[in-house]
């Protein structure tokens, strides 16, 4: 039987660096590898012996697209750990930051990265000669996310603002008044958007994901809930280690995730699967006007929930501002003593995992830190394995570029991934 190998040495478009094989036999897929080769970070182990107030700057330099996810969950994990609780108005503006990243994060993606995939073009300088509006206005409704997360955390790329307890020092009323002509005009434009985007074409697919997110009582999740699945899941977040396990293969400098034994799919699609009822009235209509609503396990249409999910985080960082009060003082004291705590937050990728144990000198004795990418590669692998036979009928330069498309679905952030390895020397006789 004919035996075929399909490689993808550098994977385009995605955040971070990769590479991808799939092994065929006949038109049965017999392999797939998720390459995942950048060095490892190693952050976990840089955060042991620091003190638990440091943990915030240092898990934001995981990540430059993401850094607000890593800095949310770190707060919330430390702040488990030492008994804190923090205020009502710097919860509200701790969720208007974390609004600004999944704008700047999902617009880079959709328009940058994914929407190449489905206008037949090779990037986004191709994508702009077709479509210069379009990236114009994408580029414009980027930059109203940016502002937020420059506002509140500092400057937009790996914020200095925030701080266990709080922020070092709170907006002004007028700072975030400022954003908001701004913030109303991408609202438009992100409806626009998904209008758009709902023209294109999907492959007509549907997978049995188990869906893993957050969900909240009353909110679209951001900075809190318990973690819930489709497979039946439902626990606090201090119980994650119990269900979930990572695990190391050879291939890859990522640890991957699994729910009792079996891959999990989080990030858009799932959070859009749990947590629809909780949107705002503007983004459930855009949703159903271009024929969106759950349960959608078409991977190709995670661009649109991501639509979707830009339309909301405008539409909540309007209304925050609109409502909001300037914190009587930017960040409440937190005392230093031992503990263990944990957090997770809603990354725009997924779900994001961190617990540190804490000694009595609040200094971190032991870290781990899960990232989305690490809990969606075995569900990557999944969906390459299914269109196994699609491959091995494609001319190879059209099977590679197939394959990466499936993995663009996801979004994946390579850099976050890589903060394990477990090197290991072997005498062979």
């Not at 266990?164 to 958007?193: M, N």
């Not at 209008?195 to 997110?213: N, T």
């Not at 990572?246 to 991957?256: D, F, M």
Request: hydrophobic share 40%; charged share 25%; aromatic share 8%.
């Amino acid at each position: 039987m004919k035996t075929r190998t399909i490689r993808v040495d550098y994977m385009a478009r995605v955040e971070g660096e990769a590479a991808l094989t799939v092994r065929l036999k006949g038109d049965e897929v017999v392999g797939v590898e998720l390459r995942i080769f950048e060095p490892p970070r190693l952050f976990e182990a840089l955060l042991r012996g620091r003190s638990c107030f440091e943990a915030p700057d240092i898990t934001a330099r995981i990540c430059g697209i993401c850094p607000v996810a890593y800095q949310m969950t770190a707060c919330a994990a430390v702040e488990s750990a030492l008994g804190v609780e923090v205020p009502a108005d710097i919860r509200t503006l701790r969720r208007l930051l974390y609004c600004g990243e999944w704008i700047e994060s999902h617009l880079l993606h959709m328009i940058m990265l994914h929407a190449p995939d489905f206008l037949g073009v090779d990037d986004a300088i191709a994508m702009a000669k077709l479509h210069p509006e379009r990236v114009r206005a994408g580029l414009r409704m980027k930059k109203a996310g940016n502002a937020i997360v420059t506002a509140l955390g500092g400057r937009e790329v790996h914020p200095v603002n925030v701080r266990i307890g709080g922020f070092y020092k709170a907006p002004s009323r007028s700072d975030l008044e400022a954003l908001l002509p701004e913030l109303r005009w991408a609202r438009d434009a992100a409806a626009d958007t998904i209008d758009w985007m709902g023209g294109f074409e999907f492959p007509a697919v549907d997978h049995p994901y188990d869906f893993v997110a957050l969900r909240h009582p009353e909110e679209y999740p951001l900075c809190e809930g318990r973690i819930v699945s489709t497979s039946g899941l439902d626990i606090d977040v201090r119980d994650y280690d119990s269900r979930f396990v990572e695990s190391q293969v050879a291939y890859s400098h990522a640890l991957q995730t699994t729910l009792d034994g079996k891959s999990i799919f989080c990030g858009p699609l799932a959070r859009f699967h749990h947590n629809f009822e909780r949107l705002p009235a503007v983004a459930r209509i855009a949703a159903e006007r271009v024929g969106l609503r759950p349960p959608c396990t078409n991977p190709y249409k995670s661009i649109l929930v991501r639509g979707v999910e830009v339309l909301f985080a405008l539409d909540e960082a309007i209304r925050i501002i609109e409502n909001v009060s300037s914190p009587r003082l930017p960040f409440i004291q937190a005392p230093g003593r031992a503990g263990t705590g944990f957090g997770c937050t809603e990354a725009p990728r997924g779900i994001l995992y961190h617990r540190y144990t804490i000694d009595d000198e609040a200094t971190i004795a032991d870290a781990k830190i899960v990232p989305p990418t690490s809990q969606n590669q075995r569900s990557i692998e999944d969906d390459l394995a299914r269109i196994g036979k699609a491959l091995a009928a494609l001319p190879l330069a059209e099977a590679r570029a197939r394959a990466e498309r499936v993995v663009r679905n996801y979004d994946p952030c390579i850099s976050c991934a890589t903060h394990f390895l477990d090197l290991r020397f072997e005498i062979v006789a």
